[in-house]
């Protein structure tokens, strides 16, 4: 199994600030898909972000986006103009690109409070 | 366009009796993926089925667990014989395409199974 590893158990930000979260993997495969999910107080995990390995360039989604370091197996989540809103679980996941991979393999969060 | 359906919310039962977790997917998604998220936890995959069939169960216990997803209606996670250690929110999510095509799950909000 892939490993996916969240070393920040917690974290918080004041409002309006910016946040990084932090995400490491472990695999040998060279063709894959990251992921970010959040999961709010209702607990429904909500897609963040999506990254495909084979893309230099990092994905954005508005006030989201990642720093994805191929090599150093690195995928972080900045936040950007953090809301109230924002306060969740963020999950990073990993899935292999390929035919037949029917799996995200999940790290073990981190716990994100966007303070007033 | 409804999301992923998941009843019940909650549930409740003593050791040795059944749980029946049901999971109806969007509208127009015929793949749908069963997870298991412990405790301060990440999601831990369980089971891939399609229309009738199960394609990928490898992260489904061989005892007491059966998944189903029949040609009308919602797909249902089965545990019999209920112990404490299955205590855990169980999240189905559904997807148009298998997951290995587009890397993108939708989830449901999670039935949280408690065992007393």
């Known amino acids: 199994a892939q490993t996916v590893t969240q070393s920040q158990p917690e974290m918080s930000v004041q409002e309006a600030e910016t946040v990084t979260l932090s995400c490491t993997y472990d695999?040998?495969?060279?063709?894959?898909?990251l992921f970010w999910y959040k999961q709010p107080p209702s607990r429904q995990m909500i897609l963040v972000i999506r990254?495909?390995?084979?893309?230099?360039q990092n994905a954005t989604e508005n006030r989201f986006s990642v720093n994805f370091q191929k090599a150093a197996k690195s995928f972080s989540l900045k936040i950007s103009d953090s809301q109230l809103g924002d306060t969740a679980m963020y999950f990073c996941?990993?899935?292999?690109?390929?035919?037949?991979?029917?799996?995200?393999?999940f790290g073990t969060g981190t716990r994100l409070t966007v303070i007033p | 366009n409804a999301g992923v359906m998941q009843n019940p919310r909650h549930l409740v039962r003593r050791r040795g009796q059944e749980a029946r977790l049901r999971c109806s997917p969007m509208?127009?998604?015929?793949?749908v993926y069963w997870y298991r998220q412990l405790p301060e936890e990440g999601l831990k995959f369980m089971v891939y089925l399609q229309k009738e069939n199960i394609i990928d169960e490898s992260g489904m216990p061989k005892e007491r667990f059966s998944a189903e997803f029949p040609k009308e209606g919602p797909s249902i996670l089965r545990i019999q014989q209920v112990v404490r250690g299955d205590s855990a929110a169980y999240f189905c999510a559904s997807s148009r395409s298998p997951v290995s095509n587009t890397g993108e799950l939708f989830f449901g909000e999670g039935s949280r199974l408690t065992v007393l």
């Open positions: 990254q495909e390995a084979y893309k230099q």
């Open positions: 996941a990993f899935m292999w690109d390929r035919t037949g991979a029917n799996n995200l393999f």
């Open positions: 695999t040998s495969e060279s063709n894959y898909y």
């Open positions: 509208k127009g998604h015929s793949h």
